[in-house]
């Protein structure tokens, strides 16, 4: 029996800027980059330097805290350069594409492989960062037993993705085989979540021993932290799993063809690209040749996944490990005379304070200002309007702010992940930097717990 | 406003770090936002950010305050010449009144905001939005005659004692419009109860015409003669005596609109503020032992200061309950508390404040056992878990 879900608490950020859902063709870039900073806590240990001929699949460095995961080239080519920031920390390796070669992995029916067997291709292919756990939303420690591992359907993010179009211009046996490999690393559900509005794709999805739930709601519904609250919540000292819709099909990739291929189709979205449309591609793109000719004016934020989540690059920079978006916004970053006594019928919020709201069908072109200056907490009862979630989320925070680690645990830190707080921080009148505050208490917790 | 923005952006660098006026800095900065919302973008988390602050959010209230503000100047005026014996049309008893009012304004925002200044200073922080409505709050519950040094005493108390003294706007244990009242009426009751203090001259000995009371119907009530008692819709519509801004129910609901369609304040405060009160009116109609307590259930909501507390006091977001089961029983004591401090305490005919203060103190308390019950349920959860694996 299937389960749905319905949730009321959330916000649909209305803005202009969605993908036409056209596959607009291939980027096959030449440059490609791997960012160590898109996993939160992680000290990486190189394995290659600039010069290196690589292929396709070699590892090109590994956790200093577990050797064995590995992270590799999505291409082949040559390592140019180790892109680094303060202290010397790595913040990207640059890949120069050259020719096809990849390291063969061999294939496999999973239904035969043990779990250790699979692990270890996850590990040695790279693909085992795709896997991440709750709590802390850190990538999983292969050695750990989930109960349940969850794999969220739809994204309700702001100029999200579809995921229904994507399944429709992906290979479905790929999907097939990387569900029935995901599902011999735990013992317990694999749980598949689709958004509740019966589409002929959703057929697809009934593959043997996977749990389909239903959610619907504004966002966050799509957060897969938000759906393992609702189905199966973490408690103290259990772990659950979570891997990326677009992954899956990358493991099936890996046990059909042997091969690590991360393809995606991603979204390029937002008010200033002039046409947003679906680019089929590799993880660790360029963003560069999408952009190319394709943008409305200068001055621009690029963000790589959501505005909500995103992580802001350059013009030329890469597509982040787990994004399947990108985005291209105004900046803001300048003077507005007397802003926030106007009207404001042209200013997006969630409130009703502006005249914006008596146009609930509006769309808005948002920009990266900050509209206002951080506070200490006033409003209350607002956080709780966009988080579906039993949890008191300002006692949380001033718990994390406070640093008091038995009350985080009590208010349920381990259930959390900064996505799920992204609109709290979109809407806080105070402008309180509350996803960074979400990762301090959750780096907090990693350090008391270890 | 290009010219503008450039004149401020060419004094900035005197108020940075090592300028000649860096000790202005906080105050430079503060004018500087009031004009330009700043050019300050995000970096990381959300890349896009409402357009609300608390500059908005304080400003909606103001304006869902200025009904009342404009109806208090209208009836000051209006009260004055009734005690006098002149008539006077409406915008004259306006004008009046409001060139009355003004100077309490000026006071309390003058003292308020120049303290608000130095602690922002002193602390390194910007300045902060909350005193935009306290000060405005200030003169709304003062008695007219109130003498102004008195209430600068009181908005200082207020400001330091009540407000900077826990770290400022945010951080606050009770509403500090309350406690400036608070002040002046455990300080200086002769100036916040009597007949004589709501109606402007009468402390000054003006030529009083016969027949004119000045009482609040409060008043009127603790004393037991009600003969003189205004009609409901009277004190609905707000021409009888009393604090500035709270004489006016229709204003004050006015306001509290503006509240709730803009989703300022919290509904559930303000709805369970009147259900406590209604309870509390038609128990003590129940009991009916004395003149007040056979006052109808209703009247405790448009005499004094009942209606202008839901909206407008209890609603404050910092001082009251935080959590939203919270919020009902936090709004709800007030309710009950208003009506029985009224009524069973004759030396405090004005309950209302005192009430919304005491359950100021208590709104932690209420937020605890609330929050205490979610992390039980977690447990539980965990519990049944580990039951259902052994």
Known sequence: ?450 | MNSLRKRVDKIKPYFEEGGKLSKLRSVFEGFESFMFVPNKVTFKGSHIRDNIDLKRTMFVVVVALLPALLFGSYNTGLQHFRSVGADASLLLSFWYGFLRILPLIIVSYVVGLGIEFIAAQIRGHEINEGFLVTGILIPLIMPIDVPLWMLALATAFAVILGKEVFGGTGMNIFNPALLARAFIFFSYPGWMTGDNVWTDGLTKGQNIIDGFSGATPLSMCATGDISGMPSFMEMFIGTIPGSIGETSTIAILIGALILLVTGIASWKIMVSVFGGGLVMGLLLNAISANTFMEIPFYYHFVMGGFAFGAVFMATDPVSGAQTEKGKWIYGFLIGLLSVLFRVLNPAYPEGVMLAILLMNMFAPLIDHFIVQSNIRRRLRRAEIIIANKV
Request: neutral net charge.
């Open chain 1, 1 to 450: 029996m299937s389960r749905t879900v319905r949730l009321k608490r959330g916000y649909n950020i209305p803005i202009k800027g969605e993908a036409e859902k056209i596959i607009a063709g291939e980027s096959n870039p030449i440059r490609y980059g791997v960012k160590p900073v898109d996993f939160p806590g992680l000290t990486p240990k190189l394995e290659v330097k600039p010069g290196d001929r690589i292929k396709a699949g070699s590892p090109l460095f590994h956790d200093k805290k577990a050797p064995e995961i590995k992270f590799t080239s999505p291409v082949s080519g040559d390592v140019i350069s180790v892109e680094r920031g303060e202290r010397r920390r790595i913040l990207e390796i640059v890949i120069e594409k050259r020719g096809n070669d990849h390291i063969d992995f061999g294939n496999a029916d999973p239904s035969s492989l043990s779990r250790e067997q699979i692990t270890e291709k996850l590990l040695l292919s790279g693909l085992w960062p795709a896997v991440r756990q709750r709590p802390y939303h850190i990538i999983a420690k292969p050695g750990d037993t989930p109960k349940s591992i969850f794999i969220s359907g739809f994204d309700t993010a702001p100029l999200a993705p579809d995921y229904d179009f994507i399944m429709d211009n992906s290979p479905e046996q790929f999907f097939k085989t990387g569900v029935s490999a995901i599902k011999k690393l735990t013992e317990g559900k694999v749980h598949l979540v689709l958004k509740k509005d019966k589409t002929k794709t959703q057929e697809k999805y009934n593959i043997d021993g996977v749990e389909i739930s239903y959610f619907s709601g504004p966002h966050p519904a799509g957060n897969v932290g938000i759906q393992i609250h609702h189905l199966d919540p973490v408690n103290k000292g259990e772990v659950v799993w979570y891997i990326n819709f677009q992954d899956v099909f990358a493991i099936g990739n890996l046990f059909e063809e042997g091969v690590y291929k991360p393809e995606r189709i991603i979204a390029l979205t937002g008010s200033e690209v002039m046409n947003p449309r679906y680019y089929r591609t590799l993880s660790g793109c360029s963003v560069a040749p999408m952009i190319r000719d394709n943008i409305k004016s200068w001055n621009l934020r690029y963000i790589s996944g959501n505005v909500l989540t995103g992580t802001k690059i350059n013009a030329d920079g890469y597509l982040g490990y787990y994004d399947s978006q990108v985005t291209v916004i105004p900046e803001g970053d300048n003077y507005e005379f007397f802003g926030w006594l106007l009207p404001g019928a042209d200013k997006l919020s969630f409130s009703k304070t502006f005249l914006s709201g008596i146009f609930p069908k509006k769309k808005f072109e948002p920009d990266t200002n900050f509209h206002g200056g951080e506070r200490a907490f006033v409003v209350t009862g607002q956080y709780e309007k966009v988080l579906p979630m039993d949890i008191y989320p300002m006692f949380l925070l001033k718990a994390i702010i406070a640093g008091d680690v038995d009350q985080m645990e009590n208010l349920g830190i381990y259930e959390v992940a900064e996505d799920d707080f992204a609109l709290c921080e979109f809407i806080c009148p105070s402008k309180i930097e509350i996803q960074s505050v979400i990762r301090e208490g959750i780096d907090l917790m990693i350090k008391e717990m270890s």
